[in-house]
């Protein structure tokens, strides 16, 4: 039995701002309507990992001044590492508008939308020093149970170190973000204390 992709199941589950998202949301829509978003997900990560690996690369694709052949040439050879023909179609575009450059920037946001195709929430905890597994455990389960993460949404919680902030923490989840940070308490103290002044 054949099925036919509908308008509604191939437009990107959140919407994306930016050349990279616009590229990132045009792609989904190609691979959905192909319905091939799992194979054109783990090209774009073994791309990505390829070029991570890669310092010359990463240099080639970041030089504007590339010419015409010259493009097609890194194209092709990229194109043979993937074996999704809409991330091949990706390069190509990407190259023909001199925008090879973004292809980092491309593969991050197509993250951002699978994760919304697949239910994920991403929370972000920044912390001044590492969080052992227990305390990152007990603030993601205060964090599932809150009103960010919708009814059948899986958490994909992450934790960033930043010295900064000099203790306390910053958790960001999804364009949500709670800063209860002590250089934030300090930088209020400070405007308030300047302000009586």
Same mark, same amino acid.
């Given at each position: ?43 774009? *990560? ?10 010359? /690369? @990463?240099? #080639?694709? !970041?030089?504007? $001044?590339? &010419? ?55 929370? *972000? ?10 305390? /990152? @455990?007990? #603030?993601? !389960?205060?964090? $599932?149970? &809150? ?51």
């Amino acid at each position: 039995m054949r099925t036919y992709a509908t308008a509604a199941s191939t437009a990107p589950p959140v919407q994306l701002f930016g050349v990279d998202g616009t590229y990132a949301s045009a792609l989904y829509t190609a691979a959905a309507k192909t319905s091939s978003l799992d194979d054109t997900s783990k090209a774009l *990560t073994s791309l990505k990992s390829l070029v991570e690996k890669d310092a010359d /690369l @990463s240099g #080639i694709l !970041s030089n504007p $001044a590339l &010419s015409a052949s010259d493009k097609k040439i890194v194209v092709e050879t990229l194109s043979k590492s993937v074996s999704a023909p809409a991330v091949a179609n990706l390069l190509a575009v990407l190259a023909e508008n001199n925008r090879l450059g973004l292809l980092s920037e491309v593969i991050e946001k197509f993250g951002t939308l699978m994760s919304a195709y697949k239910g994920e929430v991403e929370a *972000t905890i920044t912390s001044a020093a590492p969080l052992d597994s227990k305390v /990152l @455990s007990r #603030i993601e !389960s205060a964090i $599932a149970k &809150s009103q960010f993460v919708g009814n059948g949404k899986k958490l994909k919680v992450s934790n960033k170190v930043n010295p900064d902030i000099l203790g306390g923490l910053i958790v960001e989840v999804g364009d949500r973000t709670v800063d209860l940070s002590v250089s934030s308490k300090i930088s209020r103290l400070n405007a308030l204390i300047n302000e009586a002044v």
